[in-house]
């Protein structure tokens, strides 16, 4: 699978658009954006996912370049609640169906 | 509809004894994933089933195994526990084979070895 990179950490105001960015660099044609989030010690939390087209669903917005080398999550309105770890995750069709979880970006959410 | 679930909450075994973990999917999911997650790192794949078969296995020793039912519930067993074994389990379900079928998370079982 291709190796993500992402800022470690990032501060957002509440009820401001929250946009998390992650390289890709060496992402492969068949290969799916994912992104997860886990909130303190719970199960991650399935969030959207992309193959090159952008996808909006009821929790975020996608956004992949046209070359797919990068991406960006954005939450539109952050809560407090939205504060995570949010991990940006490439996989390959044929790679056991396995996520491979990087370091992710930990989003903190501040009133 | 019910979510990934997850037996026990909490487990607190010593050194040398065995640990047995369990997992049943969302309804209709023939796939189950085992991830451990040690504190203070990343998670990592242990395991996947689907079909009541073993598709694919993380980098972990043998003494952790594991087995899916008819049902597609899954255990996960821990053999000859390790202090650094110590972390939170989770259990993922997915539909079945394809690539880009979504991964849905259960709450996890902390695992503390003393």
């Known amino acids: 699978d291709a190796k993500t990179t992402q800022p470690p950490s990032m501060d957002c105001a509440e009820g401001r658009a929250a946009n998390l960015p992650c390289n890709h660099s060496t992402i492969s044609g068949n290969e799916y954006v994912y992104w997860y989030r886990q909130i303190h010690s719970q199960g991650p939390q399935y969030i959207i996912h992309?193959?090159?087209n952008n996808e909006t669903n009821e929790m975020a917005s996608l956004i992949i370049t046209e070359d797919r080398k990068s991406s960006t999550l954005i939450l539109p309105h952050a809560t407090l609640r939205d504060t995570a770890v949010y991990y940006c995750i490439v996989r390959m069709n044929n790679a056991g169906n396995m996520l491979t979880f990087g370091g992710g970006t930990r989003l903190m959410v501040k009133p | 509809e019910a979510g990934v679930t997850q037996s026990p909450t909490h487990l607190i075994k010593t050194r040398g004894q065995q640990a047995t973990l369990r997992c049943s999917p969302i309804?209709?999911?023939?796939?189950v994933y085992w991830y451990q997650q040690a504190l203070g790192l990343g998670l990592q794949f242990l395991l996947w089933?689907?079909?009541?078969?073993?598709?694919n296995r993380g980098n972990f020793p043998p003494r952790f195994s594991g087995r899916q039912f008819p049902n597609y519930s899954s255990e996960l067993n821990v053999n000859a526990l390790e202090l650094e074994d110590s972390a939170l389990y989770l259990c993922?379900?997915?539909?079945?084979?394809?690539?880009?079928?979504?991964?849905?998370f259960g709450p996890g079982t902390r695992l503390t070895v003393l």
């Open positions: 089933y689907d079909e009541g078969e073993e598709r």
């Open positions: 309804s209709g999911h023939t796939s």
């Open positions: 993922a379900s997915s539909l079945g084979l394809a690539a880009y079928n979504e991964q849905f």
């Open positions: 992309g193959l090159k």
